[in-house]
């Protein structure tokens, strides 16, 4: 299946990219800009370098090109005078937008899907993770197939490109929807076999931390697991759901990290990875992880939880871990703030989010290590109530 469409090469020197988005009724400008910024970010975890952004105020999307003939020309002009590599548009675009962007641009043309799925197949390293991956890219693809045939322009016949290019394209769509089925049917096979190593440890009370992507939840799996998870500044760097036996004293649970939610993630994404949140679906207890650092953080918090409520999992008893604390402060407190003063704005805040929580709120900065006992105090709590709740009438020392 080809899929040289959204791969952005990281064994060569990285791609200048020009990032595109728009402000529209549904997108004020202050979003648009904080949504390019993570575009940035997207970019430069799957390789390239952003060279400049744009923006333009419509309605709604140009139903041909997505920005106005104007704003087209414009950036037009900029990858041709610069050696552009790539142009990434921050939302969705059809099939013919990506037809006519190309035609117009001359260069690669890629939406914020199709550059999560290249982050995503970047990172993918056990099986399971890597169908998952094909069978997003596969059903992302279908529609866009003929956009891959353009070479055979010279010899489509009739209106929809009869002779060898439909042939190629129905060739190449009945092998595609073949993939998808065969993909289907691997990723069920895992999930039966993963749905029996679960029930295996049904005993243990599970634990699943969740948040929006790169906000350190696989270093505070790292310490509280005391396990070499995996962690990085970078969006996506966990993928494959890790689960560990932890024990705070004695009382043994599972914990488990599982993938960074995102804004704008692609549906095939979401429906493709939904067996590797089957840990969090059939969780007792979430840690929700939270960047408080970054000015949007209410917003990413809202991502999460109608994530969490599209997989069914949005009433679980869960925990806010507010976590870079240390970057907070440095972000919000003048250097020659008194301590006095800085103590009692902390104080505030934390109250704060006690009363909206339910007193479910913890502030950690997982870097430094602080606070990390206050947390495992509150798990340690969490995980004894859920065992009393599953078994009232069992009374035994956990070890």
């Not at 679960?198 to 906000?215: H, M, P, S």
């Amino acid at each position: 299946m080809p899929n040289a469409k959204f791969q952005v090469d990281n064994a060569q020197q990285p791609e200048k990219a020009v990032l595109v988005g728009l402000v529209t009724r549904e997108q004020r400008e202050e979003e648009v800009m904080e949504y390019l910024e993570e575009l940035a970010f997207l970019a430069k975890t799957a390789g390239a370098h952003t060279q400049k952004r744009y923006w333009q105020k419509l309605d709604m999307p140009d139903q041909r090109h997505y920005v106005g003939k104007g704003k087209l020309e414009e950036i037009t002009e900029y990858v041709h005078a610069h050696d552009i590599d790539v142009v990434i548009f921050d939302d969705e675009i059809s099939p013919s937008q990506l037809r006519n962007l190309e035609r117009a641009l001359k260069v690669k043309v890629l939406d914020r899907a199709m550059l999560i799925l290249d982050i995503f197949a970047q990172r993918a390293r056990t099986v399971q993770a890597r169908t998952q991956v094909e069978l997003a890219q596969t059903k992302y693809m279908l529609p866009r197939l003929r956009g891959l045939w353009t070479h055979l322009d010279r010899v489509k016949g009739g209106i929809g490109m009869r002779g060898a290019g439909e042939k190629e394209i129905e060739t190449d769509r009945r092998i595609a929807q073949q993939r998808i089925a065969l993909l289907k049917e691997q990723l069920s096979k895992i999930d039966r076999q993963n749905a029996t190593q679960r029930k295996n440890r049904d005993e243990l009370i599970r634990v699943a931390l969740v948040g929006y992507t790169n906000v350190g939840k696989s270093t505070l799996m790292r310490i509280l697991a005391k396990s070499d998870a995996f962690a990085e500044n970078k969006l996506f760097a966990t993928l494959d759901t890790t689960v560990r036996k932890v024990v705070l004293e004695r009382t043994p649970f599972l914990l488990s990290d599982t993938v960074g939610f995102i804004r704008k993630l692609p549906h095939d994404l979401v429906e493709s990875f939904k067996s590797t949140l089957d840990e969090v679906r059939e969780s007792d207890i979430l840690l929700h992880v939270i960047d408080i650092a970054h000015p949007r953080f209410e917003d990413h918090m809202a991502v999460v939880q109608n994530t969490l409520e599209e997989l069914d999992a949005g009433d679980k008893p869960t925990l806010l871990v507010f976590n870079k604390m240390d970057r907070y402060e440095e972000l919000q407190f003048d250097p020659y703030l008194p301590e006095e003063e800085k103590r009692g704005l902390l104080e505030q805040l934390e109250r704060s989010w006690a009363k909206r929580s339910e007193n479910h709120a913890v502030f950690v900065a997982a870097a430094e290590k602080r606070n990390i006992e206050g947390l495992r105090e509150r798990l340690h709590e969490m995980v004894q109530d859920a065992y009393r709740e599953r078994y009232p009438y069992r009374t035994r020392e956990w070890s």
